[in-house]
């Protein structure tokens, strides 16, 4: 006796002509303009809108209020040889020694992720100078198998979630 699902295959397998389109957001050789962006300054400030909104996880403030983010410290690169944009965000601390820096920059990287509805090579850095341990903060937020053990601690996911969330 074949279940639903088994006959349900077995009928696609002979009808295997059909192709479905795929959007051009699922299409990793997607030109900007077929995303929908207009130049490289209409991704930039789509970014910018993103990270404007991200809560500092110690102060009532956003991480704009604080001028953390700003919109000249976002880059659009040359895109990969696949056409797949690439994106370099800059951001400044408050402090040389903020201890909350390598939070920061996750909260940065997973809004960005989350909110784009296609591929993007994506680097997160501290602007130059203005941390006192930037080389290995910045190592720890552009290595994905660290992203995704952090991602993994409930306490610190949460706490990402709660910066990231979207004020109602």
Excluded: W
Excluded at 30 to 47: F, H, N, S, V
């Amino acid at each position: 006796m074949l279940s639903f699902f088994s006959k349900l295959s077995l009928n696609n397998t002979q009808n295997s002509s059909v192709e479905l389109a795929k959007p051009a957001y699922m299409d990793k050789s997607a030109t900007l303009q077929e995303l929908g962006y207009k130049d490289d300054d209409e991704l930039r400030e789509t970014i910018y809108d993103f990270l404007r909104t991200i809560r500092d996880p110690e102060k009532p403030s956003t991480l704009e209020d604080l001028k953390v983010v700003y919109e000249e410290g976002i880059f659009v690169k040359e895109p990969t040889a696949d056409k797949v944009p690439v994106l370099r965000v800059e951001y400044n601390p408050t402090v040389p020694h903020c201890s909350l820096a390598t939070l920061i920059g996750l909260c940065i990287r997973i809004k960005i992720l989350r909110s784009l509805h296609h591929p993007v090579k994506l680097d997160v850095f501290i602007k130059k100078g203005a941390h006192t341990t930037e080389d290995e903060i910045n190592k720890q937020i552009n290595d994905k198998e660290r992203i995704a053990a952090a991602m993994e601690n409930p306490n610190l996911r949460n706490l990402v979630e709660n910066c990231i969330a979207e004020e109602e």
